[in-house]
């Protein structure tokens, strides 16, 4: 029986949004509260499952035209280029950096290549969890 | 167009109470942090991601100003010209603009066009009667209008 999922679809509307703003504070905070890539990353591939959820695989698909193969390789690409910058600076492997920058309208802020790597664990986290779900998902 | 504005400031102030911090910066990295979240699911909403139509609104504002200070340079190279050759004409145009709103503002910027005013409007709202300073070709102004202008307020409104 097909039963009107007009409810779920509208609170997924808003919810799958706060989700994923959940998630990159998450990601963000990872320095200095608990948090990071790996959970920042699961939690924005829960609200894609959450889209899932609500529509099918074919509706998702159309609306987030990402292939997540390509995904995990971009992210595995952007983790070891930022590992092999150290070289660039004749310092050992996985060196890191950070200074303060002062932005016009953030002011001071502290940036860290930590980010970059763990940006690239976060792609890849994600690209790994959808591309398990969708596999399983596609099968009959 | 209004919904997406709506749920960006929701994001912006969700962050804002994730951070616990209620400056305006803050407001700013949600803000940026949601529209990024809205883009990445564009396809997600019925009308177009509301940005491009932000980008239409500027661009129609840039040509209104445009047109405003070509008129007045045309009008004031006729007025300064020693013989008066000018052939003054109504002509008719079709339009395919249907709300209200865009009627008034196709006419007033044919109104700024230099060269040309609008006259009335018919009653069913499909035919803009326009006086033309100078008539050389009816055809090509109609042309040019609907290119520029008509263009521009359909992109603002699709």
């Known amino acids: ?140 | 167009m209004a919904f997406q504005i709506l749920l960006n400031v929701i994001l912006a102030y969700t962050w804002m109470f994730l951070k616990t911090s209620y400056s305006s910066s803050a407001f700013f990295v949600g803000y940026f942090l949601g529209l990024l979240i809205l883009f990445a699911f564009r396809n997600y909403f019925s009308g177009r991601f509301y940005l491009f139509r932000v980008y239409a609104i500027i661009r129609l504002i840039v040509i209104f100003h445009r047109e405003l200070f070509l008129s007045n340079i045309a009008v004031l190279k006729v007025v300064l010209k020693p013989k008066l050759d000018i052939r003054p004409g109504i002509f008719a145009m079709q339009t395919v603009l249907e709300k209200d709103w865009e009627i008034t503002v196709l006419a007033n910027l044919i109104t700024l066009t230099p060269g040309t005013l609008v006259v009335d409007v018919s009653d069913d709202n499909k035919t803009l009667y326009i006086h033309a300073m100078d008539i050389e070709d009816a055809e090509d102004v109609i042309q040019g209008i609907k290119d520029s202008f008509e263009n521009a307020i359909l992109e603002v409104s699709r």
């Open chain 1, 1 to 140: 029986m097909k039963t009107n999922d007009l409810i779920l679809q509208t609170v997924t509307k808003v919810a799958a949004f706060v989700i994923i703003l959940f998630s990159i504070s998450i990601f963000l905070g990872g320095h200095y509260s608990p948090g990071g890539g790996f959970v920042g990353g699961l939690m924005t591939s829960c609200a894609v499952v959450l889209l899932l959820l609500a529509y099918d695989l074919k509706t998702v698909a159309g609306l987030l035209p990402i292939d997540y193969k390509i995904m995990i390789a971009c992210g595995l690409l952007i983790s070891v280029s930022t590992v092999a910058g150290s070289w660039l600076f004749d310092a050992p492997l996985m060196t890191h950096a950070f200074s303060d920058f002062n932005f016009p309208v953030l002011g001071k802020t502290t940036l860290h290549t930590a980010v970059l790597f763990d940006l690239g664990v976060y792609l890849v986290v994600i690209g790994v969890t959808m591309t398990i779900i969708q596999t399983i998902g596609e099968s009959e």
